[in-house]
């Protein structure tokens, strides 16, 4: 540990974030045993003022930058110690787990529920509400604010509301501190999330530039138009006043053969741009319980507007493929959740990349509602011969002498994609070789192999 500027020991932020979060979590066990005397005493005592919470007023750490940052008052900040304690301190919320000696059961105005692996208690609006309010009715109404949409604990993303039941009371439905917030207020940095039923996209990288990526004019043509949205978008909508005019957000349409470009594309824009890109994983979309689809999406959607990511959906026909007459219960629900994702792609504001490699299969009502739609083309003998030489030529890679990929990229019609498998095939077959040296035949081996996927055979 480093010595401070006054000589004493230097606080870590990690020190002093932890600091403060066990103030809070302090504070709320405080709450809680006042709340708990006041109803058990005989008859009922007045629970008075809740104990003030601390001072977070130049406290360091991830936790009191967020509390600032989104306004929190008392009650909100309660309410976010709240759904911590699971996490950070479940024993705090053990006295939830009072049983009524006369039905056997717990009391319901605790609210709560219990865990598929967590032993401990899980919080509810009901036991939010018991805590800021216990039976006060006036107290109660205005807590129920907490929980709107426009609340930042909910519109920042940070709290959602897991209300299995539409038809039962608000104060069923679990108070979850969302996955991306609690990375947040105990590290302070973004949480990159598995892709999971609830969660159905990865997010993308690269670490190529635009000069590795090797396209025709034309479509390099659209892709800057693209990159002129994102750039412009905010000064066209507001200061030229366009947003009376159009929808705002971008969506566009990627379409052409395997390995040409288009997820590398999408990520280089979001590289460009500074905008997490993640790929939509469509078989975690659809969902057998009917409501699971447009509740996983609608949560995807909400936090990459809040986010500011760009959406890629790969293999987009899988689900924005042309639809057929609804015959049967599944055609009805795959068509209904079809329906709902256009719905959700035209309210967006972002930007939507969808990518297909399969043009002829996209529902032409769909396909309208794109503001572009951009060919990446197979590469040319000139781009081949620039992937060839682009691909190999680069790095430590030993060649052969006189190799030439002239012949290669004249006589075979091959993607950039497949050219880098040839690439990693090549190697892997040079490696084990002394010397380890690249030669034409392990080239020509991989060529081989890649033709053969699409069922194609090398001729000698």
């Not at 039976?135 to 509301?161: E, Y």
């Not at 507001?238 to 594309?265: A, E, I, Q, S």
């Not at 620039?386 to 990229?409: C, H, N, S, V, Y």
């Amino acid at each position: 540990m480093d010595a401070g500027a006054n000589g004493g020991p230097m606080v870590s932020a990690d020190d002093a974030n932890a600091a403060v979060l066990a103030g809070e979590l302090a504070w709320l066990e405080a709450v809680i045993a006042q709340r708990f005397h006041a109803r058990n005493s005989t008859p009922a005592a007045d629970a008075g003022l809740p104990p003030a919470p601390p001072a977070l007023d130049g406290a360091g750490g991830a936790y009191a930058r967020t509390v600032r940052a989104l306004g929190l008052d008392a009650s909100a900040r309660l309410l976010l110690a709240l759904m911590l304690a699971p996490h950070l301190a479940p024993e705090i919320l053990d006295p939830f787990w009072l049983q009524n000696q006369v039905t056997g059961r717990r009391f319901s105005e605790f609210g709560g529920e219990t865990g598929q692996s967590h032993i401990g208690f899980l919080p509810t609006v009901e036991t939010a509400l018991f805590l800021l309010a216990g039976a006060d009715l006036p107290l109660r109404l205005r807590a129920r604010c907490l929980f709107r949409p426009q609340h930042p604990l909910c519109a920042a993303g940070v709290m959602t509301l897991d209300q299995r039941h539409a038809e039962e009371p608000l104060g069923a439905a679990a108070i979850r501190l969302s996955r991306e917030y609690l990375e947040i207020l105990l590290t302070g940095s973004d949480a990159v999330l598995p892709s999971s039923g609830e969660f159905p996209a990865e997010r993308i990288d690269t670490p190529l530039e635009w000069d590795d990526l090797v396209i025709d004019d034309a479509t390099r043509a659209q892709i800057h138009m693209i990159s002129d949205w994102l750039r412009h978008a905010d000064t066209l909508m507001h200061d030229w006043d366009l947003r009376r005019r159009l929808k705002p957000g971008y969506r566009c349409l990627f379409y052409g053969t395997p390995g040409t470009g288009k997820t590398l594309t999408a990520s280089l824009l979001g590289k460009q741009h500074q905008m997490p890109v993640y790929r939509v994983d469509l078989s975690r979309v659809v969902s057998k319980w009917i409501g699971e689809t447009e509740k996983n999406l609608a949560a995807l959607f909400d936090r990459a507007q809040r986010q500011n990511w760009i959406l890629f959906f790969d293999e987009a026909e899988a689900l924005f493929g042309r639809r057929t007459e609804a015959q049967s219960s599944n055609d009805r629900s795959a068509n209904q959740q079809i329906a709902y994702l256009l719905q959700r792609l035209e309210d967006f504001p972002g930007m939507v990349i969808l990518a297909t490699n399969q043009r002829g299969h996209m529902d032409d009502a769909f396909a309208r509602r794109f503001q572009s739609t951009i060919l990446f083309p197979l590469p040319d003998v000139g781009a081949r011969l620039a992937l060839w030489e682009k691909l190999f030529r680069t790095g430590r890679i030993a060649l052969a002498p006189q190799l030439d990929f002239a012949p290669l990229a004249e006589q075979y019609a091959l993607a950039g994609g497949a050219i880098l498998n040839v690439l990693r095939y090549a190697c892997l077959r040079a490696v084990t070789r002394t010397p380890q040296q690249v030669q034409l035949a392990d080239i020509m081996a991989g060529i081989k192999q890649e033709l053969q996927k699409d069922g194609h055979y090398l001729q000698r």
